[in-house]
Structure formats: C-alpha cells, structure tokens
C-alpha cells in the first residue's frame, strides 16, 4: 500500500514546481525523492485539514448558511485550481497556502458560530478575491 501511495504521488508531483516550498518543511531533505515525499505529504494533511473544517463549520452553521458555504466552497475549488495547476501539474506550495489560507478562514467561521455570533455573510463570501 505505501509503494502504491509512493508511486502516485511521484506521479501527481513529479512535474510540480519546487523552487518555493511549504514553509520550509522540506528544506531539510536533499533528494528529488525525498522532497517529493514531504511535499506529497504537506499537500495531502493541508486538503484533510480543509476537508476538516468545512465539515466542522458545516456542523454549526444554519440551513441557508450552508448552502452558501456549499456554493461558495465550489467557487473555491474552481480558484484554487485555476490559480495551482498549471499544464496538468499542481503547484503543490501553491495548493498547500491556497488550502491553509482556506482553511484558516473556515476554522475562524466555525468559532464564531460556536460563540454565538455567526454571521451568515461571512460564511458565505468570497474571502480569495
């Protein structure tokens, strides 16, 4: 299984831009392989972190903020990926700041709707743009 998972990161990585990397995570390792490993890794947590938050903020939020949040997640699928994949690769430091940004903000939505001061327009706006 871990071969598998090796072998399909090599493969959704191999051509990703390195020359600017998540936050230095990967300054240490010295070799191509290993360097995609870590990216791999990075980019894998930050969309399971993400996937993390939506949900949690989904769980706390109303109907019709939902919706918007659902709508609005969409859009932002469409803008990450317009702005990390470039000719069938993905920017994985791209694709790793994009999701943190993101994510942070839906982490931050979901504490003001568990304080009680959830604001519906918050939840559903375009915070990229």
Do not use: H, P
């Amino acid at each position: 299984m871990k071969t598998i998972f090796c072998a399909a990161a090599l493969g959704l990585l191999g051509l990703a831009s390195f020359a600017a990397n998540a936050q230095g995570e990967c300054d240490k390792y010295r070799t191509s392989y290993d360097k995609t490993y870590c990216f791999a890794k990075l980019f894998l947590e930050s969309d399971k972190e993400l996937n993390t938050a939506y949900k949690d903020l989904r769980a706390v939020a109303k109907e019709a903020a939902n919706q918007k949040l659902k709508a609005t997640q969409l859009d932002w699928i469409k803008y990450r990926d317009a702005t990390c994949e470039s000719s069938g690769s993905i920017n994985v430091d791209c694709n790793y700041r994009v999701n943190r940004e993101r994510t942070e903000y839906l982490r931050d939505r979901a504490r003001e709707c568990k304080a009680g001061t959830c604001r519906d327009e918050m939840i559903g706006k375009k915070s990229w743009n």
